[in-house]
């Protein structure tokens, strides 16, 4: 099927429902032959689109498709804290939820998570994977309800993106029962950071916490050496 069989006058809305139901359909053979073109071929056909679907949901090619898992998984976040009164909630218990939500959504695709990290820690693509982290943090933030337009929109959103970095690589690793050891890592990590927000709220405290917390792109290096395809 073509994207314009499915509409004359496609939409953006449109666009995200066909390039979900790709990725969607992908995601089981990246456990197999990584974020490749044969794994969105695959489940292109899968999802009932042909070839040239494909290179019009992603003309970016893989890069794009990553790209748009990290999105996925962000409208997904989005969607699970909307059922939570986060009026209710002080920001620290909001942000928690929202790093919990994130993971707990991509739990299902721990493997294409690994890989996604070992294809972004590829020189060409580290640009690519700060700009997605960013992503992810700021619209945390605005769930949360942050206002912030000064100087602080920066400091938040540098300190939650260690905090998101560094539980996403303990998640990755955590064989605990219902990855409770990740949750109480999580919990130390939002400390760290509401302790550097009350004593310093300034850049100096922000690069003291991120030197303790392990290099999204370094780990990815390690599973590279360990892997033999993306």
């Given at each position: 099927m073509d ?10 809305g ?7 139901e ?21 489940g ?12 019009r949901?992603?003309?970016g ?6 790209d748009?898992f990290?999105s ?5 976040m ?24 994130r993971l ?5 695709h721990e493997?294409a998570?690994r ?14 994977g700060?700009?997605?982290v ?12 942050d206002t ?7 400091t938040k ?5 260690a905090?998101l ?6 998640w990755?690793?955590?064989h ?5 050891d990740?949750?109480a890592?999580?919990d130390?990590?939002i ?8 004593t310093?709220g ?5 690069g003291n ?14 599973i590279?050496?360990?892997a033999?395809?993306?």
């Amino acid at each position: 099927m073509d994207i314009d069989d499915t509409h004359t006058d496609t939409h953006e809305g449109d666009i995200y429902r066909i390039r979900d139901e790709i990725l969607e359909a992908t995601l089981p053979n990246v456990i197999f032959d990584g974020w490749s073109t044969q794994s969105l071929r695959d489940g292109a056909s899968m999802a009932g689109y042909d070839s040239d679907a494909v290179f019009r949901a992603f003309p970016g090619g893989i890069p794009e498709l990553v790209d748009h898992f990290s999105s996925w998984a962000d409208r997904r976040m989005l969607e699970e804290l909307e059922k939570h009164d986060l009026d209710a909630m002080k920001v620290r218990e909001r942000i928690t939820l929202a790093v919990r939500a994130r993971l707990e959504v991509l739990e299902p695709h721990e493997d294409a998570v690994r890989r996604a990290l070992t294809f972004l820690a590829l020189p060409n693509h580290t640009a690519q994977g700060a700009r997605m982290v960013y992503r992810t943090v700021d619209a945390m933030w605005y769930a949360a309800g942050d206002t912030a337009t000064d100087f602080n929109y920066y400091t938040k959103r540098g300190l939650l993106a260690a905090v998101l970095t560094s539980t996403t690589l303990y998640w990755l690793n955590d064989h605990s029962e219902d990855k409770r050891d990740t949750w109480a890592f999580l919990d130390r990590r939002i400390a760290d950071v509401m302790r550097v927000g009350r004593t310093t709220g300034r850049l100096s405290g922000l690069g003291n916490l991120v030197a303790h917390f392990p290099s999204p792109f370094r780990f990815g290096r390690q599973i590279r050496r360990r892997a033999s395809g993306y």
